[in-house]
């Protein structure tokens, strides 16, 4: 059986992006027959300051979202990054064999760089090494991931094959990665749709989360900026704003966006709008609930996480030590 691995930074509550880019994306490669990971990355989430306390709230809360969603933990252990040791391990390992020009290239990190100016940490610098070890640790055969990971992907492949060179040896599956329907995997801010939809986004109003209410849902699709053209139709160049809504709208009900704009010709936006808020509502809100479930069940989360670590430590432990010999710590 074939497996994957993917995580998401414990930072603030699910959005929608979050779901439709990564999560239901995962659900589907489940029903393909793969086996998985699932991680919350709360070692990529101190790259930038967190509140420890809302960090271990955050842990929690995460960890019950992806029950919410519908993971299965016989299918895909979740489990927490810093319980496991040897992503760190690793970390530093691989660092010692990826040249410092291969991460000056990486994108991510000169955004974010530029963002946290006064603050910029090596963490943040070297966090794509990290990954990295997240991905080789498991062994896994592929990575789902949109397009604007892909070079995260590739610099992956890059470590592992100049470790196998430095040191002659054979000890990582080279991984690949899982092509995610472009519409699902980048979904766009509801304030601005050039720039994807983000938990750093300051006004809550850029993004739909999975624990808002269904009048929080249609009150933001109401507001999501638009333009002043009448009729339905994409064109992601001159319209990014409403396209980026009639993908949302697409890959929430399986319809095409020549269907969508057929569907709405000499209608205003307005009917479109309330039609997708009500889509919205009709898919989130029953994972809003058992949101609120599982997370009063704390203990069931904590025993969801301990054998999620204990199952990734496993599987972790025995790459760890295939690289120690390669490198001579052992």
């Known amino acids: 059986m074939k497996r994957i691995i993917s995580g998401i930074q414990p930072t603030s509550v699910v959005h929608l992006g979050n779901y439709l880019g990564a999560i239901k994306s995962w659900l589907k490669c489940f029903d393909q027959g793969y086996e998985g990971l699932a991680f919350i990355a709360d070692l990529h989430a101190i790259t930038v300051y967190q509140d420890p306390q809302k960090l271990r709230e955050s842990v929690i809360s995460l960890t019950a979202m992806y029950l919410a969603c519908g993971l299965d933990t016989k299918k895909c252990p979740i489990f927490a990054q810093s319980s496991v040791h040897e992503h760190a391990e690793l970390g530093w390992i691989l660092g010692c064999f990826t040249p410092g020009g291969w991460l000056n290239r990486m994108t991510q990190y000169k955004e974010k760089s530029e963002k946290y100016k006064e603050s910029s940490s090596l963490g943040l610098y070297a966090y794509p090494v990290l990954q990295a070890a997240d991905i080789l640790l498991y062994q896994v055969d592929a990575v ?134 009500e889509i919205l509502i009709d898919k989130i809100l029953p994972i809003t609930k058992e949101y609120h479930k599982i997370i009063q069940e704390k203990a069931y989360i904590n025993m969801v996480l301990s054998e999620g670590n204990m199952k990734a430590s496993e599987i972790a432990a025995q790459t760890l030590l295939k690289v120690k010999k390669a490198v001579g710590l052992i």
């Open 144 to 277: 789902p991931v949109g397009e604007d990971q892909k070079q995260h992907i590739e610099l992956t492949r890059d470590i592992a094959e100049a470790f196998h060179r430095q040191t002659q040896s054979d000890v990582f599956k080279i991984p690949d990665y899982l092509n995610l329907d472009a519409a699902a995997a980048r979904v766009m801010s509801l304030r601005d749709g050039t720039k994807k939809m983000s938990k750093s986004d300051e006004s809550d109003y850029s993004r739909i989360n999975l624990t808002d209410s269904p009048e929080t849902i249609e009150l933001k699709i109401k507001k999501a900026k638009t333009d002043s053209t009448k009729e339905i139709y994409a064109d992601k160049e001159n319209r990014p704003d409403l396209t980026n809504l009639m993908k949302i709208y697409s890959v929430m009900t399986g319809l095409s966006l020549e269907e969508i704009e057929n569907n709405y010709r000499g209608k205003a936006t307005s009917n479109f709008k309330a039609d997708l808020a």
